[in-house]
């Protein structure tokens, strides 16, 4: 079945605005990530320790606290 004029117009369009939704985005989420990396390295890192190995073990530690929590609440 052939798609008329006006859907094909629409799905240009659609495409087109959910390209420029994902380039903000990924513009937005990148940002973030670069402002969060800055902040760990310069506030939350031990000495010698990347930015990557200072992230995991704060997530460990969130982590380890979350179920700490979870089992005093059971109690």
Do not use: P
Not at 3 to 8: Q, R
Not at 12 to 33: H, P, Q
Not at 38 to 66: I, M, N, P, W
């Amino acid at each position: 079945m052939a798609k008329s004029k006006l859907v094909k117009a629409n799905e240009k369009i659609a495409d087109a605005v959910v390209g420029g939704y994902k380039k903000i985005e990924n513009g937005v989420v990148g940002a973030y990530k670069k402002m969060e990396d800055g902040f760990v390295d310069r506030f939350l890192t031990h000495e010698g320790e990347t930015v990557e190995d200072a992230e995991k073990r704060l997530a460990e530690e969130q982590k380890s606290r979350v179920e700490a929590s979870k089992n005093t609440n059971n109690r």
